[in-house]
């Protein structure tokens, strides 16, 4: 076992599938998650998020103790991977992006279900992302920054990343930005006539969900509120309007201050833990386990998808 192993730390999960929601990329069963809390077991003790918040407000943790973490607010982790956690009587940190429980619709999830619905393949997908690209005022900024690009030194943190994959994340955040993403990829949607109300219908938890979480002890944490994939190259007033919005939004429907955040995308900076620090966060937890814990905010996650690939070995 490796030493990395031995910190403690949570377990990241994010896409469920069953006969209501789609297989997309990364996207697991209730089964595998079952397999995988057995699995993990072997090594660890997954202790309950409210215990696991309090041992680590503590400074108690033993290494082999972990946790699950479930980011995005995703209405198939409520329904497909709650049963799950409750067969196992096991709570998690749920961290939650407000927007989208408030009635708004964030592109990074949508986007997900379109490349994943439209296209017989995620290459399928980025063959069509860059023929798009290749038709617009930003194919030389592409074609130029790809000159240099070395896929296997971006995103190195994350092994189950392909090639593809680390491009296309590449051209997404560092040659596009967000605005120019979204420009390119609702062009594509345009072309493909998607009913928006219809398509987002079962893509995220309401309110109430939320609140339901809350009462059978698990911890809603902080996500940031429109969960930007680079949120560190916001200034110091964007990432702030971020948080407050997402801690405020979570205040009022909890009535409880939540005091745990994730990093998405693992994007943060020292502005960003100031500006939690100020929220009175006490743990935040990054997504993955290649650094060293820095700070009470900076707590390792192995990504279900290395634990997978431990367990076909």
């Known amino acids: 076992m490796k030493t990395s192993d031995l910190r403690p730390h949570g377990i990241m999960f994010h896409h469920f599938h069953n006969e209501k929601h789609i297989q997309g990329q990364g996207a697991i069963s209730a089964d595998e998650l079952a397999q995988i809390i057995e699995y ?24 082999h103790e972990a ?14 991977a709650l049963p799950v956690l409750q067969h196992f009587n096991l709570t998690a940190f749920w961290f939650v992006y407000s927007s989208v429980i408030t009635g708004g619709n964030e592109k990074l999830e949508i986007y997900r279900k379109f490349r994943t619905v439209c296209f017989e393949t995620i290459n399928d997908f980025y063959r069509c992302f860059y023929k798009t690209i290749s038709e617009s005022p ?19 943190q994350f092994p189950f990343y392909t090639e593809p994959d680390r491009q296309f994340r590449f051209v997404r955040d560092q040659v596009l930005g967000p605005n120019i993403y979204t420009e390119v990829l609702d062009l594509m949607m345009q072309a493909e006539k998607i009913d928006l109300p219809e398509f987002t219908s079962d893509l995220w938890m309401n309110e109430q969900q939320v609140i339901d979480l809350h009462a059978q002890q698990h911890v809603i944490g902080l996500h940031s509120h429109t969960h930007p994939t680079a ?28 005091d745990t955040v994730s990093h998405p995308c693992n994007s943060y900076n020292a502005e960003t833990l100031k500006i939690l620090r100020d929220l009175q966060i006490k743990v935040g ?26 367990m076909a070995a």
């Not at 946790?67 to 607010?73: E, K, S």
């Not at 030389?140 to 030194?153: N, Q, R």
């Not at 386990?289 to 997978?308: G, K, T, V, Y």
Request: proline residues 4%.
């Open 67 to 80: 946790c699950l973490t479930f980011d995005d607010a995703l209405l198939c982790q409520y329904e497909v």
């Open 138 to 156: 930003y194919q030389s900024a592409v074609a130029t920054a790809l000159k240099g690009f070395i896929p296997e030194e971006y995103l190195k």
């Open 40 to 63: 993990y077991q072997q090594s660890h003790r997954i202790l309950p998020a409210r215990e696991w918040l309090e041992k680590a407000n503590q400074g108690t943790l033993d290494d």
């Open 285 to 310: 937890f990054r997504s993955n386990m290649a650094e060293q814990q820095i700070s009470q905010l900076e707590f390792p996650r192995e990504d279900h998808a290395n634990i997978m690939e431990k």
């Open 231 to 258: 949120l560190s190259a916001l200034d110091a007033d964007g990432q702030r309007v971020e948080y407050q919005t997402n801690f405020e939004t979570l205040n009022r429907i909890l009535r409880v201050a939540p």
